[in-house]
């Protein structure tokens, strides 16, 4: 799969760069309240790129932050919760026969 999607990013900077020779013409930029005049189009085109990458990259960056506080906030509620399960069995274990069995995590539970 990521093959794939190595294969398929290269095929779109292949055809922005192909785009980006083709469109050499200048052209009058109005940015805001500035105005550019005679610009080449393939340096608009180039820095049009460059900011939807940069505005991709930043968008990636905050949910990864956001994955990763919410991967942390799970793993204390796991944390949490089997020191329940374990409480939970030693004091039937402790009232049935008297011996505290040990603390055994359950088979789904990926070891890390």
Known sequence: MSLLIVVLCMLFF???LFLVTLNGTPVDVELFFHTYRQVSLSVV???CLMAGIAFTALLSFLDG???RLQNQRLRRQVGR???EIQQSRR???SAGTGEIPPP???VDYPRI
Do not use: D, Q
């Open 14 to 16: 292949a055809t922005v």
């Open 45 to 47: 085109m180039t820095v």
């Open 65 to 67: 932050i956001r994955i």
């Open 81 to 83: 919760l089997e020191m």
């Open 91 to 93: 004091t039937t274990a």
């Open 104 to 106: 055994v995590p359950p």
